[in-house]
């Protein structure tokens, strides 16, 4: 049994948590539902349950008992009140066998579910989630079957489906017991969020639904939403671990024409992963077009797991000229997919789909593969950058890709170099570190990409030696006003002190490219020197530009 009773210690306190418990049974209709203190004691339960007592506890007056519904030598029950933990009994009633479903211990008690009694009941049949004591699935389904019996021409039923971001990564870095903890404050917190309109209830894993009748439709289901993101977003303390995550929120509403449930989650769902990629912590409503945006991505989806086995990938370069000189001293590698359907597709349109369906790992080492080998070729050793996701280090086969990508081409390692962005930094920062240093030892550089972007830890400058720092070119766009200048120049400061060389990219004008200089930034790229190119044209461009700096 998870120990998951470490009382919240948000500001929303955990006091409130029996009439939420409660509550939400109370909302799913007909359910037989009680809660029971520790000892067998029901404090409050449904008139459904109240039916299923036999007359005589009933009519007694006093104290409701659980163990009315057993017979007096039957000690099951107190087994299972001596645990903390969840379990399903099976007993006998006069209207047929039951399914007696003990949810797990809370502070305020536990919530005891009666059922009739299916063959080979378990867990997952009773209609109570036991980490949580939230309805489950089950409960969803009853609840949905209830929504499609009753007309409600007052209200909107509406369903709002909750997803924790970086779940995954609490479970990953402080384990699965605090991940359950986390659960189950969650739970605790949108059930105080509802504060009794409408019911929580736990899908699996961290997918949580809250079902919910709006009469003021949309106003009251925006508040709840804002409410529900902003409640997730404050800190957890779980066993002394401070936990920062937020919430995404899809709503979808009932709509009883349909008749058809899995499509009311579909379109839930649909609008969570809108949320989602929206940027997260934030809730979207289902509209009908994110249906075809869903179908156009399956299709991409597709096309794109295809694209590798109908070479359908190049890599194009961009040069990176020496500031001092105006030399060459490298390109980084750009990749395009050119699709029969789509023509050129740029990074920014499916680096993020291959990242989702996995298909990175095999893009990425073919992008370091083909860089090696056609940086290989050229007539000059120029250094060849190329762009590493941050999932490709998942698993530890960067290194490996690297190393044989390199033993293959047979280019000097020296002279590849790989930009991470310091995402790839945020999580597993001890696995991550281990394999830069890794791939460092082999002789590769490192740099870091987009620099002055994403949260700019100078942690991360200080735990890895990175060879070069890449000033994002939204710095460089703005060089000339006084702010973005400033920033360049503590970046080049900073960089220099570190022992890292510069590089400023997307360098556009004659301007941006004199303050770099002046500033004393090493390297640049941008369009201002060149575009990226097709392998085939890097040779004619070098020899152009040998001939410029010759003249120079
Ligand atoms: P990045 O690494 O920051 O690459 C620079 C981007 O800026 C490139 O866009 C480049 O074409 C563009 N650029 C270059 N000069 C200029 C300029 O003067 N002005 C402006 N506005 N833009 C300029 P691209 O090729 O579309 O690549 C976008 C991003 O996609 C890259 O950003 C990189 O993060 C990612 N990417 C590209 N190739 C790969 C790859 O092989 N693997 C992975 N994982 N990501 C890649
Ligand atoms: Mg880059």
């Not at 989630?129 to 021409?153: C, S, V």
Request: charged fraction near 20%.
């Amino acid at each position: 049994m998870t120990d998951h009773l470490t009382p919240d210690t948000s500001t929303d306190g955990a006091t409130s948590a029996a009439g939420g418990l409660l509550e939400q049974a109370v909302r799913s209709g007909s359910l037989a539902i009680a809660l029971v203190d520790a000892q067998g004691t029901i404090v409050d339960a449904t008139p459904a349950f109240i039916d299923l007592l036999p007359p005589e506890a009933v009519e007694a007056g006093g104290a409701l008992r659980l163990d009315a519904l057993f017979s007096p030598d039957d000690h099951r029950l107190a087994a299972g009140l001596a645990s903390d933990g969840a379990g399903v009994l099976r007993i006998e009633h006069s209207g047929g066998p039951l399914a007696l479903s003990l949810g797990s211990l809370q502070p305020v008690g536990r919530l005891v579910t009666l059922m009739p009694f299916l063959e080979s009941p378990c867990i997952d049949k009773a209609v109570s989630d036991p980490l949580t004591g939230l309805g489950n699935r089950n409960a969803l389904k009853q609840i949905l079957a209830q929504w499609q019996a009753e007309a409600d021409p007052e209200a909107e039923r509406v369903v709002l489906m909750i997803d924790l971001d970086r779940f995954k990564q609490v479970n990953d870095t402080l384990g699965h017991p605090i991940g359950d903890d986390l659960l189950v404050h969650v739970a605790g917190r949108l059930e105080r969020t509802l504060d009794g309109d409408g019911a929580v209830l736990r899908l699996g894993g961290d997918e949580m639904i809250v079902v919910y009748r709006d009469d003021d439709y949309p106003r009251q289901t925006e508040r709840m939403a804002q409410a529900i993101v902003s409640r997730l977003a404050r800190t957890f303390l779980i066993g002394g671990h401070q936990i920062d995550i937020s919430a995404s929120v899809g709503i979808a509403c009932f709509d009883p024409e349909e008749g058809d449930t899995s499509r009311l989650l579909m379109h839930a769902d649909l609008a969570l992963y809108a949320a989602k990629t929206g940027g997260r912590n934030q809730y979207c409503f289902f509209e009908p077009h994110l249906e075809s945006a869903a179908q156009a991505r399956r299709d991409m989806e597709v096309r794109l797991r295809r694209a590798l086995a109908l070479e359908e990938f190049q890599l194009v370069y961009q040069p990176q000229i020496s500031l001092s000189d105006g030399s060459i001293s490298g390109f980084e590698a750009l990749i395009r997919w050119v699709s029969e359907d789509h023509g050129v597709v740029l990074p920014a349109q499916f680096i993020g789909l291959a990242e989702e369906i996995g298909e990175i790992h095999a893009i990425g080492e073919w992008a370091i593969r083909t860089a090696c080998r056609e940086a290989a070729g050229w007539d000059a050793p120029y250094s060849v950058a190329v762009n590493v996701s941050p999932l490709q280090f998942e698993g530890g086969r960067l290194v490996t890709a690297v190393a044989s990508a390199l033993e293959e081409s047979g280019l000097d390692p020296g002279r590849l170099e790989l930009e991470i962005t310091e995402e790839a930094l945020i999580d597993k920062t001890r696995e991550i570190l281990e394999q830069l240093w890794t791939l460092r030892e082999m002789g590769v550089c490192i740099a870091m990409d987009d620099f002055g972007t994403g949260y700019s830890s100078l942690g991360y400058l200080r735990n890895f030696p990175f060879s070069r720092l890449k000033i994002d070119q939204s710095f460089v766009g703005g060089a000339p006003d006084e702010r973005s200048r400033t920033l360049v120049s503590a970046i080049l400061v900073l960089a220099n002190e570190l022992d890292m060389t510069t590089i400023a990219g997307g360098v556009e004008t004659e301007q941006q490219h004199q303050i770099l200089t002046q500033s004393g930034c090493v390297r640049a790229q941008g369009h201002f020197f060149a575009p990226p190119m097709p392998p085939g044209a890097i040779a004619a461009y070098c020899a152009g530009v040998a001939k410029t700096v010759g003249a120079g």
